[in-house]
Antibody
Framework: EVHLVESGGGLVKPGRSLRLSCAAS????????MHWVRQVPGKGLEWVSG????????GYADSVKGRFTISRDNAKNSVYLRMNSLRIEDTAHYYC??????????????WGQGTPVTVSS | QSALTQPASVSGSPGQSITISCTGT?????????VSWYQHHPGRAPKLMIY???NRPSGVSNRFSGSKSGNTASLTISGLQAEDEADYFC??????????FGGGTKLTVL
């Protein structure tokens, strides 16, 4: 059974940094691209970033480009999201998701439960 | 890029059918067949219900079906059941090599 477990969320002041982690199990991790998706409470979902199986391709939403960095460690079956220069509008629940494809974005086959991030002074 | 457009809410009685629309542009829904739908019960992980416009993952009830016409995709749920009450989101690949979601539709089973 596929499991995605996010961690690293919390309360942080504007301008500070945070690193989210997602531990994957139950599938061949390096066969799949991975993503981060967020949801502001009471709002819709927003794709944040994606990374191909070998880290050769990464993508970012315009709202986080230049501030967030996605990475993965296939030896540890983990994907990460480094969030710098955090803004109040980055406050959201952050989900890790597995793509069906390996080297392109298609759709989100599985999701984790997410981790909350609150940016506030 | 703006979010895909979904109705904020739909409702139906048990046993009835409902359809949720998802409207985009030729740069997303109209240009690609990577349209997917997700069911989200608050507090739980979202669940893939439909992928590539009209395909159901293993384990998803055949009461769920998807379609696309031009820049609009649709999710139809037939034989509504109480457990179907949830938020539903559509998603599409875009010309900018990103993924985009709809604003979400709250389904109420009366």
């Amino acid at each position: 059974e596929v499991h995605l477990v996010e961690s690293g969320g919390g309360l942080v002041k504007p301008g500070r940094s945070l690193r989210l982690s997602c531990a994957a199990s139950g599938f061949t991790f390096d066969d799949h691209a991975m993503h981060w998706v967020r949801q502001v409470p009471g709002k819709g979902l927003e794709w944040v970033s994606g990374i191909s199986w070998n880290s050769g391709i990464t993508g970012y939403a315009d709202s986080v480009k230049g501030r967030f960095t996605i990475s993965r460690d296939n030896a540890k079956n983990s994907v990460y999201l480094r969030m710098n220069s955090l803004r109040i509008e980055d406050t959201a629940h952050y989900y890790c998701a597995r793509d069906s494809g390996s080297n392109y974005w298609a759709y989100f086959q599985n999701w984790g439960q997410g981790t909350p991030v609150t940016v506030s002074s | 890029q703006s979010a895909l457009t979904q109705p904020a809410s739909v409702s139906g009685s048990p046993g009835q059918s409902i359809t949720i629309s998802c409207t985009g542009t030729s740069s997303d829904i109209g240009g690609y067949d990577y349209v997917s739908w997700y069911q989200h019960h608050p507090g739980r992980a979202p669940k893939l219900m439909i992928y590539k416009v009209n395909n159901r993952p293993s384990g998803v009830s055949n009461r769920f079906s998807g379609s696309k016409s031009g820049n609009t995709a649709s999710l139809t749920i037939s034989g509504l059941q109480a457990e179907d009450e949830a938020d539903y989101f559509c998603s599409s690949y875009t010309i900018s090599s990103t993924l985009i979601f709809g604003g979400g539709t709250k389904l109420t089973v009366l």
